[in-house]
Nanobody, 115 residues
Framework: QVQLVESGGGLVQAGGSLRLSCAAS????????MGWYRQAPGKRRELVAI???????NFADSVKGRFTISRGNAKNTVYLQMGSLKPEDTAVYFC?????????WGQGTQVTVSS
């Protein structure tokens, strides 16, 4: 059974930083991408950042220059470093792994940015 566990969310003031972590356990075969998505109240889930197995990255325009995504040394871990946070970054952040064996989601971690 594959399980993704996110951590690192919380309450931060505008302009601050947070680092989200996602650790996956279980059998995941042939990872294509690891990414972060977010969903704000009343809005659709949207892509924040993604990193391919080859290390290429892509970011939503709204976070370019402020967020970075990286893979950890431990297998099946991914991080999202968020800086210069804005109130509009407030959302539940979800980790996703897309692999040949399936698409897997974490339970989400709340990020709240106060103005």
């Amino acid at each position: 059974q594959v399980q993704l566990v996110e951590s690192g969310g919380g309450l931060v003031q505008a302009g601050g930083s947070l680092r989200l972590s996602c650790a996956a356990s279980g059998s995941i075969f042939s990872i294509a991408t690891m990414g972060w998505y977010r969903q704000a109240p009343g809005k659709r889930r949207e892509l924040v950042a993604i990193i391919t197995n080859g290390g290429s990255t892509n970011f939503a325009d709204s976070v370019k220059g402020r967020f970075t995504i990286s893979r950890g040394n431990a297998k099946n871990t991914v991080y999202l470093q968020m800086g210069s946070l804005k109130p509009e970054d407030t959302a539940v952040y979800f980790c996703n792994i897309l692999a040949l064996s399936g698409s897997y989601w974490g339970q989400g971690t709340q990020v709240t940015v106060s103005s």
